[in-house]
């Protein structure tokens, strides 16, 4: 018999190593496009002026301080200015700031600081290592939802030519890490889904009529969705926003766990479920997430003595919940201050031991929540330039443009301009636009599927997209941007992955519309690349005549 298995063991083992050398190769080549001129723009570009410097603070010194004016003795030049210049060291002032996100990914562009140096190369590189990974990760996850090396491939691909994950991998902002950890997390969830319906199956292979009875059994301990936990903890660690599609894949994941009962033969697997599958999760995803997320501030509750002397009377600990939008400015005026309201662990005796933990956890709730006031109301009144609403984020409303050098002279090297014009050079924050609207028709498609096919794999799509995607709207009072979205940017590419799939169909012996699914589906991915080609030069801050970058910019708003 293990004759007769030789050749079928060999072509799985063929067939593992094709599943891992696909996907390793796409992610190399999304790294080497990432990398290509890391370093231009040669200064802090858009949000890095925040997070580098957050960084390279929890690099130095444990936890964020502010940061000095200046340092070189020259006023005409700002802190930013010296730190590029070379001055990286006693540019704190000592004391803590009012840090307003989590610390996980500004921890992670620390670690670029630390291999590569204070310079705008060691600010991305991180960011370049966190889309790469999520190239690998989402192959694999289609992979795994289709069966399919070539298809998770497919997804590899498509996002790896997104315009707006391209120019976030090349910089240091929060948000790829979290769509990274977003989507380990969910990949985790999958993973768990088919070991838990692995472990049940073989309990009721072991039963005279091949199904279970009762209650099925309880499986205390899940790996997977343990490994899960981990990463949405560390989603959450980098965007407090990461907290929906934890509780929306927890309610999925307990469904899944349901629904793998039901088909066993147990009857209420829904309520019994809840119990048995339920409890479990919750231990595994919120209660395991909330410890991780605890254990990321730990800089933070090793310096809580600090930001009690420091923090805890600000403005957004003051406020009582009356206030008004300025006339001449953007800034949000509180009224009805209370000057005595602090944190009350600012006003007690240092604990120590047990005591002094829980006192510097209860510091770290009340930060919470002066940062929540923030938030809730104190953006309300401000505006952005490049601001949009989240409603028209699939359709590409509004890009942001995080760097640009204008009216370059025509004389100036690498400029062809005419004479009577000049030259433009930018880096403009737009997704892929043939990929996001052709993503739109992918995902209405998956509504179909999931309710109508009772497709699974489309209901993790639409779960994905909506959770990452609709808690934003209840937020379109003050300025958001679209990069935001770029945690639903992996959910849209595994719809148009799965409606591909579905287009080609199971079968490789030749028919129509195995034909027509091949040349629709590889039309797309061609109009992809094309476009991705297209817009290169204003994703990587490219020389361009006025006339060159105006045809790329495909209508006003998008200025």
């Known amino acids: 018999m293990d004759r007769a298995l030789g050749p079928l063991r060999g072509l799985r083992g063929r067939d593992r190593l094709v599943g891992w050398l696909g996907p390793l190769g796409v992610t190399l080549l999304a790294l080497g496009l990432r990398l290509v001129h890391l370093g231009d723009p040669d200064r802090f570009a858009f949000d890095e002026t925040y997070y580098a410097k957050d960084a390279w603070s929890l690099l130095n010194n444990g936890y964020i301080q502010t940061y000095l004016t200046d340092v070189d003795g020259n006023t005409k030049t700002d802190i930013n200015a010296d730190i590029l210049a070379g001055h990286t060291q006693g540019v704190w002032t000592g004391e803590p700031s009012l840090a307003v996100h989590p610390d996980v990914g500004k921890w992670l562009i620390a670690l670029g600081e630390k291999a590569f140096g204070m310079d705008p190369f060691g600010w991305r590189i991180a960011s370049v290592v966190a889309g790469s990974l999520m190239v690998l990760v989402l192959c694999r996850l289609v992979r795994r939802l289709t069966g399919s090396t070539m298809l998770g491939c497919v997804a590899g691909l498509l996002l790896m030519l997104d315009g707006m994950h391209f120019v976030l991998s090349r910089l240091a902002l929060l948000d790829i890490f979290l769509?990274?950890?977003?989507?380990?997390?969910?990949?985790?969830?999958?993973?768990?889904?088919?070991?838990?319906?692995?472990?049940?199956?073989?309990?009721?292979?072991?039963?005279?009529?091949?199904?279970?009875?009762?209650?099925?059994?309880?499986?205390?301990?899940?790996?997977?969705?343990?490994?899960?936990?981990?990463?949405?903890?560390?989603?959450?660690?980098?965007?407090?926003?990461?907290?929906?599609?934890?509780?929306?894949?927890?309610?999925?994941?307990?469904?899944?766990?349901?629904?793998?009962?039901?088909?066993?033969?147990?009857?209420?697997?829904?309520?019994?479920?809840?119990?048995?599958?339920?409890?479990?999760?919750?231990?595994?995803?919120?209660?395991?997430?909330?410890?991780?997320y605890i254990a990321t501030w730990g800089g933070w509750l090793a310096h809580a003595h600090e930001y009690e002397e420091h923090l805890s009377s600000t403005q957004y600990r003051q406020y009582t919940g009356h206030g008004h939008c300025?006339?001449?400015?953007?800034?949000?005026?509180?009224?009805?201050?209370?000057?005595?309201?602090?944190?009350?662990?600012?006003?007690?005796?240092?604990?120590?031991?047990?005591?002094?933990?829980?006192?510097?956890?209860?510091?770290?709730?009340?930060?919470?929540?002066?940062?929540?006031?923030?938030?809730?109301?104190?953006?309300?009144?401000?505006?952005?330039?490049?601001?949009?609403?989240?409603?028209?984020?699939?359709?590409?409303?509004?890009?942001?443009?995080?760097?640009?050098?204008?009216?370059?002279?025509?004389?100036?090297?690498?400029?062809?301009?005419?004479?009577?014009?000049?030259?433009?050079?930018?880096?403009?924050?737009?997704?892929?636009?043939v990929l996001w609207w052709g993503g739109v028709v992918a995902l209405l498609f998956a509504?179909?599927?999931?309710?109508?096919?009772?497709?699974?794999?489309?209901?993790?799509?639409?779960?994905?997209?909506?959770?990452?995607?609709?808690?934003?709207?209840?937020?379109?009072?003050?300025?958001?941007?679209?990069?935001?979205?770029?945690?639903?940017?992996?959910?849209?590419?595994?719809?148009?992955?799965?409606?591909?799939?579905?287009?080609?169909?199971p079968s490789r012996l030749p028919s129509a519309r195995r034909t027509a699914g091949v040349i629709v589906s590889g039309a797309f991915v061609i109009l992809v690349m094309l476009n991705f080609a297209w817009f290169w030069p204003i994703w990587t801050n490219q020389m361009l005549t006025h006339s060159e970058w105006l045809n790329r910019i495909w209508f006003t708003r998008w200025v």
């Open 447 to 505: 509504v179909v599927m999931w309710i109508g096919a009772r497709d699974w794999r489309y209901g993790l799509a639409v779960v994905g997209a909506l959770s990452t995607w609709l808690p934003w709207m209840q937020y379109d009072d003050r300025p958001i941007f679209i990069f935001y979205a770029i945690a639903v940017l992996p959910f849209t590419v595994i719809a148009l992955t799965l409606a591909i799939g579905t287009m080609i169909g």
């Open 179 to 292: 769509a990274l950890f977003l989507l380990c997390g969910v990949h985790c969830l999958v993973a768990d889904r088919d070991w838990l319906r692995r472990r049940l199956a073989a309990r009721a292979a072991l039963t005279a009529d091949g199904t279970l009875h009762g209650w099925g059994g309880r499986i205390l301990f899940r790996p997977w969705l343990l490994a899960a936990g981990v990463c949405f903890g560390l989603a959450v660690g980098t965007k407090w926003t990461a907290l929906y599609p934890l509780a929306a894949f927890g309610v999925l994941c307990w469904v899944w766990s349901a629904g793998a009962r039901r088909m066993l033969g147990i009857r209420w697997a829904v309520a019994k479920g809840a119990l048995a599958d339920g409890v479990p999760a919750f231990l595994h995803l919120v209660v395991v997430a909330g410890l991780v």
């Open 326 to 433: 300025a006339k001449d400015d953007d800034s949000y005026v509180a009224t009805d201050l209370d000057d005595s309201r602090k944190w009350p662990t600012a006003t007690e005796n240092d604990a120590h031991g047990i005591g002094e933990a829980w006192q510097s956890l209860r510091s770290l709730w009340y930060y919470h929540q002066d940062v929540y006031t923030f938030h809730t109301h104190f953006l309300n009144c401000s505006e952005h330039f490049y601001e949009s609403k989240p409603s028209s984020w699939l359709l590409i409303n509004r890009p942001v443009g995080v760097a640009v050098t204008n009216d370059i002279s025509p004389d100036a090297k690498g400029c062809d301009a005419p004479v009577n014009s000049d030259c433009i050079k930018q880096v403009l924050l737009l997704p892929t636009p």
